[in-house]
């Protein structure tokens, strides 16, 4: 008899992602396979996300063709986990009677239970808020390469645009050592890479006992053998502190890059966001990674259109992109999500105005990239070879440390998982060519990047 089939389709950040991995993970270890067409699953899963409006109408676009397949089939299992599935919980069934199973990003770990109770002929609903237990299943994780680690659950801020808290609970954090073993386990498993992942990493630690921080995290995981890069993300400038920075620059495996969310210029924006920081507050923050890692490049978050935003307040985050110089910007305009503070405002900017502002935005990013990149053009870069180039099989992809993506030509397969120096030959806004340096012709050299004023 074939094995039962699955499909797991992620929306969302990275955090979802990794949840997708850890429950592919739980479903092999039941005895699934993963299905070539999504159409054709016996097992289909929604890992969903809202904090945009056009992400969960995606996923309700969905939802009505497996529906479509399940009405044929009842056999066929239909679930929603993630952020849509806590936000709407019992309302999903009413919406899509067809599913099986409704649960929250918290329950995760526990999807093997959850389908046991479907199996013995049970709608579940899944979103009372737990405490997460640590996870003891294998992730089936989509790279060979990179692996991302969870380190702390949920989130403990209050931004009145933001549906998190809502949707993933409150601060949860794993505990220092069983954060290591599984570094430990996919070391062990070949990664070259490991990414720590949390809604809000700067707040690592403070809900154990006895309290930590991020900074000790990174110092306690360095020395796992056979990890040659640690990434982190997403930061708060909130939190963001001059030790963990030092931290950074004072560990070698940790990577040049940060990705720390400003999400608006202006300081009033700010304000009525909630968000707990200033844009002069911000610049410090940039000035001093680049004292201590000049070589660091600088991602980041913003919105435009956000409730009340003047074109003059909207204008101050086009000069705070402009003077900070951002190497990769992720850019949205404003979606009202239900639930939060924002959502009812009665000042809401206009879809034309915001769909205006997010071009204007979205064409500096862009020039302020190109330029950035422009700098590395004839340096040699250390990239982490991931795999092929998902357009031509015949070039190599992989990433600087910097998080850059670059392509070059070489046989993708026997260089996985390399590290090699690779001549920047052509830049673009977000990736970059090159060569394989061959033995003799030169050494990786850092940018090198201007401190911003």
Known sequence: MAAPTYSIITFGCQMNRADSERMAGILESLGYVPAEDELQADLVLFNTCTIRNNAEQKVYSYLGIQAQRKRKNPAIKLIVAGCVAQQEGERLLRRVPELDLVMGPQYVNRLGDLLAQVEAGNQVVATEPIEIP????????????????????????????????LVRGREQSRQPQAIRAEIEEVAGAGYREVTLLGQNIDAYGRDLDPKTNLASLLRFVHSVEGIERIRFATSHPRYFTEELIATCAELPKVCEHFHIPFQAGSDEVLKRMRRGYTQERYRQLIQLIRQYMPEATISADAIVGFPGETEAQFQETLQLVQDIGFDFLNTAAYSPRPGTPAAEWPDQVPEEEKSDRLQRLNRLVAEVAADRSARLLGQVQEVLVEGPNPKNPRQAMGRTRGNRIVFFDGDPEPLQGSLVPVRITATRAFSLSGEIVRAGEGKPQPAELEVCA
């Open 134 to 165: 640590e996870d003891i299943t294998k992730p089936r994780r989509d790279s060979r390469v990179t692996a991302w680690i969870n380190v702390i659950y949920g989130c403990n801020e209050r931004c009145t645009y933001c549906i998190v808290p």
